[in-house]
């Protein structure tokens, strides 16, 4: 069954967790405002009700695309222009069917290791069922504190967006400073945009334009330590998986070695470096691999 579902601050501060920081809006306006930036493709990361630099570069984004100025702020304005994107409800009932916890793994640490499983599957239900609704797992847990995350169990979860953009991408930025992948069709008009996990100090992200190469979903990893001074000292062959290294999609640039790719921890997006490629959330990297073909143009910004 689907319901509308409305939280007072107070109500959905002790559903998400206080957080750390103060808010200049209130908690489910925040939530609001992540799950409506989702359906219009404006990523928030993980969404768990919790204002931070992956909603702000959201929301800044989806001023962009409406023209609007882009402080990065949750006024009036751009909460008007998001509900009116979205009359659907926040929210839904949803049963949890076998197919949804079927394949866990326990994953461990270290490449060597991972290299002896045959999949690279999810490791908890509620890790699984998280991932599926583009939520954080704790988020998840806190708004089902009795669920045992079971097939048959009804659970409420966030209702995202679809994976699907509705048009080719033509065009890929890759903005280093923001932190950001942004998408275009062949107008210009800027179709969604991600927080990303791209490069570091140690391992710089490429400069300069490339293309799209290919297109893997469900990717299985290889590793080469030639002219590496990290990783294992020999080559090794990881099975595919949202918990592979490189998530559960890769997109391949003509630059030798690079990608936009997936991650087995959509938490720390936007949060922490990279060996240089372009980390997304696997739904993100999955709805862009989606719309993208060989030859699409990816520049580093």
Known sequence: MIFNFALSAAALAAVAGTPAVPQPFSPDMV???????????????????????????????????????????????????????????????????????????????????????????????????????????????????????AAGDAIKVVRPGKNELGSKVARIEVDKRRSEVRAFNEDGKLLASYPGTIGSDRFPSPDG????????????YYFDPSGRDWGPEKRLTIAAGPNNPVGGTWIDLTKEGYGIHGSPDPRLIGKTASHGCVRLTNWDAAELGGAVDQGTTVTFT
Do not use: C, W
């Open 31 to 149: 939530l609001e405002a992540q799950i409506l930036l989702d359906r219009n493709h404006h990523s928030p990361g993980v969404i768990d009700g919790r204002q931070g630099s992956n909603t702000r570069r959201a929301i800044r984004a989806f001023e962009m695309a409406e023209g609007l100025s882009t402080d990065g702020k949750l006024d009036a304005e751009v909460m008007k222009r998001l509900r009116a994107s979205s009359s659907e409800p926040l929210l839904v009932d949803y049963t949890i069917i076998e197919e949804d916890i079927s394949k866990l793994v326990d994953v461990p640490d270290g490449m060597e290791a991972q290299a002896a499983l045959d999949h690279l599957g999810f490791e908890t239900a509620a890790e699984a069922l998280a991932e599926k609704f583009h939520m954080s797992q704790a988020f998840l847990e806190r708004l089902n504190p009795n669920a045992t995350f």
């Open 209 to 220: 334009s490339m293309e799209v190469r290919a297109v893997a979903p469900a990717p299985t």
